[in-house]
């Protein structure tokens, strides 16, 4: 936890910022230009007009800090492996897919399936996000993923989820309002996710179950969630005000006795 | 165990004047099949848990084994087979779906079979193969529409950027099958094959092995809905990357390699904790279009470079066509296609004998409609789905196939005995099981030689079809379907496969 605090906070004012201008140009070309940056020792790079360029920071197998102004588009950090990326506006879907290890940080809302299989990082949304957030989503060895959503999430959050840590915070949801997100966990047999404010039980996949947090989970979510303030630069307190539900798999093996063996 | 109403499939026949009560049977069957009676020193068998494998028949020092279907007799019924009957009982036991492994086993009708192939006549002369070069080397991925070519005055130089190809010295992979449904010194053999014999094979989407990475350059690697082991290494690592959407046994289903299969080494070439479920849902959760299929496709070529070429494999259904000229201009380099008769490691019995087309509908329909809409150049057709000898291969191409894949072929290289029960993880052959004491079974040595022995033998018939065809070069064979004929099929199948009918 520590590491990624440091990851996302470290000063690094003495390191020079290289900018790279996207205004109308292809991603291929801007991937092509960043690796290239990155291969000659770029530590940090600032992506201007960005707008819906795909795949920044998918080929980039380096801790490298970069700064994007504007959208950029799907599959943000695709495969991403040790970049951190911090999106000074929305994100579309799938960032972080099949990510590896890194950060994404973006300060607006994202689109669906973000950190699908994600297997390590972690990826901080200010806002809202869209579909099947988190889908798949697993952990390996001392690698272990976290989402952590600043506002509320669509239906099918955690949807398959194997494995990772996935957090709600419900900061823009009206006061006594419920999550919107349907079928949370659906096929969800690893893993855990949290959720701050109210969740109708009737929403949730029928393979997982709702309960209160223990010690051991307050002080996760405490964790995750003060890493996630340090990098979108809030207070910590409100965002833990709300009480939180823990949202787990009934079982690792949804899908026993389905055989005549 | 309550009792079961399913009979055994098959007898076991012990012939006592040979037997020496050695118990190698019993050693040998991980169905427990065989076992020692003390008392009367005896060998004797459970002849329900048989699989009908022939480890045994095959290990026992004195030939005293033999291992038949059982003569029990249900009364005739042309609806009611003994299967169907079988079937029933297991499910009103256990509830659940029934499981098979390998390809479809049921009288569908097989082409291959059906077509027969040309040789030359007085007028055009046949070429011997022993004496005259024959090529065999076949380059997949997309090739350009034009060649532009610069001219110094002192030389020319190629201006046109070729895209990244596969180079196969015979055009014949092995097909897609992971580590955790074959065993680890079966994806040896495979890989040490492949390297030795000039072509590729295929991780399924299992990850990669450490130990395996070595192979790389001969390694196709896959990216399936699971990504089980899917990184930056592990793609930078193979040669090309398969998209896997579907699997010609299993079409439009997922898969699950259950956790006690997920033993520690398997956890960590899946990337996954040791004893969970690895679940691939059917359909990859980012593609539900040509459009998101696009998008992996150019994710893959970002995160390597545009420097290898990317396949998407789909399982032979009723609008292949289409489908494939959807997958070609999303920007696949290769579309590999696996046929009803593909081979899996467990599929349910239903999907696998009932969903999707024979793969020789599927070639004539795939390559006769990328070429109706010119982009036939944009990707190699690669066919899989049970190609059982170098005939069905050069049949395969003269439909128009670039390449094939096999699988089933190749495990019965290795000694795979057909037994349908790969699902059980008990393989007595040491291929489609962890279990330790089975897989040593498998010399990695062994497996590769038998393996490269089986492509040398193909590559050597097929040389002598191509001669006797009189063609020196494999390109001019691919899509050449004057060369076949059709052999008791009606017209709307010839018009299928595109051949005219023997005598014609
Ligand atoms: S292996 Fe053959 S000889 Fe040995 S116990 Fe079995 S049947 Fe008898
Ligand atoms: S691989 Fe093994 S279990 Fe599967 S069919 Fe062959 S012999 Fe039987």
């Known amino acids: 936890m520590d590491r990624i605090l440091d990851q996302v906070t470290r000063p690094q004012a003495a390191i020079t910022e290289t900018v790279v201008d996207c205004l109308g140009r292809h991603y291929r070309e801007v991937n092509q230009e960043l690796r290239r940056l990155v291969d000659d020792g770029a530590h940090r790079l600032r992506l201007t007009h960005v707008a819906g360029q795909r795949y920044l920071g998918t080929n980039l197998q380096r801790p490298v800090q970069i700064t994007i102004e504007g959208v950029p588009g799907n599959d943000l950090g695709a495969f991403m492996d040790g970049p951190r990326i911090r999106v000074l506006d929305d994100a579309q879907d799938g960032c972080g897919n099949t990510m590896n290890s890194g950060v994404l940080v973006i300060h607006g809302s994202a689109g669906d399936i973000l950190g699908h299989s994600m297997r390590g990082g972690a990826i901080y949304v200010r806002d809202d996000v869209g579909y099947r957030v988190g889908i798949h989503m697993k952990e390996y060895g001392d690698t272990l993923p976290v989402i952590v959503i600043g506002g509320t999430a669509q239906h099918f959050l955690g949807e398959y989820m194997a494995g990772g840590v996935l957090i709600v915070l419900g900061r823009r949801l009206p006061p006594g309002a419920m999550h919107p997100s349907r079928y949370i966990g659906a096929g969800m047999h690893g893993g855990v996710i949290y959720m701050a404010g109210k969740v109708n039980e009737t929403f949730l996949g029928k393979e997982v179950a709702v309960t209160a947090l223990s010690d051991v989970d307050r002080e996760t979510v405490e964790g995750h969630v003060a890493a996630y303030a340090q990098a979108m630069g809030m207070d910590l307190e409100p965002l833990l005000a709300r009480p939180f539900v823990k949202i787990y798999p009934k079982t690792a093996r949804p899908y026993g006795r389905l055989y005549a063996y | ?504």
């Open chain 2, 1 to 504: 165990m309550a009792l079961s109403l399913a009979t055994a499939s098959f007898v076991i026949e012990r012939d006592p004047a040979r037997c020496i009560a050695c118990q190698v049977c019993v050693r040998q069957c991980a169905n427990d099949v065989h076992f020692y009676d003390a008392d009367d020193d005896t060998v004797r068998a459970h002849d329900q848990s048989c699989v009908g494998c022939h480890r045994c028949v095959t290990l026992c020092p004195t030939q005293a084994l033999s291992v038949r279907l059982n003569p029990l007799e249900y009364r005739p019924h042309a609806n009611w087979g003994p299967d169907i009957l079988r079937n029933i009982y297991k499910q009103a036991e256990t509830g659940g779906m029934l499981l098979t492994g390998m390809g479809d086993d049921q009288p569908q009708r097989i082409y291959w079979d059906h077509m027969v192939l040309n040789a030359s006549q007085v007028t055009n002369p046949s070429i011997d193969p022993v004496r005259e070069p024959m090529e065999l080397k076949t380059y997949l991925g997309a090739k350009p529409e034009r060649l532009e070519i610069d001219d110094h005055g002192d030389g020319l130089t190629l201006r046109t950027e070729l895209t990244p190809q596969l180079e196969l010295d015979i055009p014949i992979m092995f097909s897609a099958m992971s580590y955790g449904s074959i065993s680890f010194n079966a994806c040896e053999s495979l890989a040490r094959a492949a390297t030795e014999a000039g072509t590729y094979y295929n991780t399924g989407e299992g990850g990669l092995h450490p130990a395996l990475y070595q192979y790389g350059e001969r390694t196709i690697a896959q990216v399936a809905s699971g990504r089980f082991g899917v990184h930056l290494d592990y793609l930078n690592a193979a040669a090309a990357l398969e998209i896997k959407i579907g699997q010609g046994a299993k079409p439009g289903i997922g898969g699950h390699l259950p956790g006690e299969k997920v033993t520690l080494d398997i956890s960590r070439t899946r990337m996954i904790p040791q004893g969970t479920d690895a679940l691939s849902p059917a359909p990859h959760h980012d593609i539900y279009s040509i459009e998101d299929l696009r998008q992996l496709i150019y994710a893959i070529k970002e995160a390597t470079h545009y420097t290898k070429p990317v396949s998407v494999k789909v399982a032979a259904v009723h609008n292949i066509a289409p489908i494939a000229s959807g997958i070609v201009r999303a920007g696949a380099d290769i579309v590999a296609i696996d046929g009803l008769r593909g081979g899996t490691g467990a599929a349910p019995t239903m999907v696998r004998n009932n969903v999707g087309i024979p793969i020789e509908l599927a070639i004539a329909a795939v390559d006769a409609r990328l070429r109706s809409e010119g982009i036939r150049h944009r990707a190699s057709l690669v066919a899989a789905g049970s190609m059982r000898c170098s005939a069905d291969v050069v049949k395969a191409i003269a439909l128009g196939a670039d390449a094939v894949y096999i699988a089933t072929s190749a495990l019965v290289a290795m000694g795979c005995h057909l037994c349908q029960h790969c699902y059980t993880g008990k393989c007595n052959w040491g291929i489609a099981t962890q279990d330790p004491y089975l897989t040593k079974r498998l010399n990695p040595n062994i497996g590769a030689q038998r393996l490269a022995n089986l492509l040398r033998a193909w590559s050597l018939e097929i040389k002598e079809m191509m001669g006797g065809m009189g063609v020196n070069s494999i390109e001019s064979l691919r899509g050449n379907r004057d060369h076949l004929r059709g052999l008791g099929l009606n017209q709307v199948e010839l018009d299928a496969l595109g051949i005219k009918a023997a005598g014609m």
